[in-house]
């Protein structure tokens, strides 16, 4: 069984331009979640999907930050436009409802 | 609110000695608690959980006993090995559904 696939795993650009990234669950799993995690650090809640609706998202900085998860199977984390604080690694996770949550790979997001 | 505080590293150790990570955490109801491990460039892998209290987790020699009386779900291992050196991030999952990690321990294993 595939795992949760994210891509890509390297990002690098300039401030002030957009970027986006891809996150795909493992299959039937119905809820997806986005962290943050900078070097040191623990990850961070962004936003968390149970389904096609975000449950919580209180952390997740909406003046730059967008997130969606169309048909509640795969989704987009979208930052625009990028600052230099957001360079970090992005975490996508899902779990079949409130069971052990799986991990992505992550994508290593640079800003210049 | 809801957190989870783990002993900072890193720690040190040589192959073969025993290891414990603490981990404390501050939760209303019953939380299920996890650890989770991170190779170097990897993304997170489930070492163990528990789900309710007095759960002893289990996985690849590594032990955790989920204390309510405590708030304590600290990790144990008999004998370490240099294939364990990694961060270790214990974590709760909430009533509500919501999975909050601590800042994460290193762990380095010398031969």
């Known amino acids: 069984e595939a795992g949760v696939v994210q891509s890509p795993r390297y990002k690098i650009i300039e401030k002030k331009q957009p970027v986006a990234f891809w996150c795909n669950p493992i299959?039937?799993?119905?809820?997806l979640y986005w962290y943050l995690q900078n070097l040191g650090q623990g990850p961070e809640l962004l936003i968390r999907y149970e389904n096609e609706e975000a449950v919580d998202d209180s952390q997740l900085p909406k003046d730059r930050f967008s997130a969606e998860r169309l048909k509640g199977v795969d989704s987009t984390l979208k930052i625009q436009p990028a600052e230099l604080g957001d360079s970090a690694v992005y975490l996508c996770?899902?779990?079949?409802?409130?069971?052990?949550?799986?991990f992505g790979q992550g994508t290593r997001l640079t800003v210049v | 609110g809801d957190s989870v505080t783990q002993m900072e590293g890193p720690v040190t150790l040589s192959e073969e000695a025993f290891l414990t990570i603490n981990c404390t955490y501050t939760a209303t109801g019953y939380p299920s608690l996890f650890w989770y491990v991170q190779y170097p460039g990897e993304g997170l892998q489930l070492l163990l959980k528990?789900?309710?209290?007095?759960d002893k987790g289990s996985n690849k020699g590594f032990e955790a006993t989920y204390r309510k009386e405590t708030t304590s779900f600290h990790l144990e291992k008999g004998s370490v090995q240099v294939s364990d050196s990694a961060v270790y991030f214990c974590?709760?999952?909430?009533?509500?559904?919501?999975?909050?990690f601590g800042q994460g321990t290193e762990l380095s294993v010398k031969p």
């Open positions: 528990a789900t309710k209290a007095d």
């Open positions: 996770a899902s779990s079949l409802d409130r069971s052990e949550a799986f």
């Open positions: 299959s039937g799993h119905n809820t």
């Open positions: 974590a709760l999952r909430t009533q509500g559904g919501k999975l909050i």
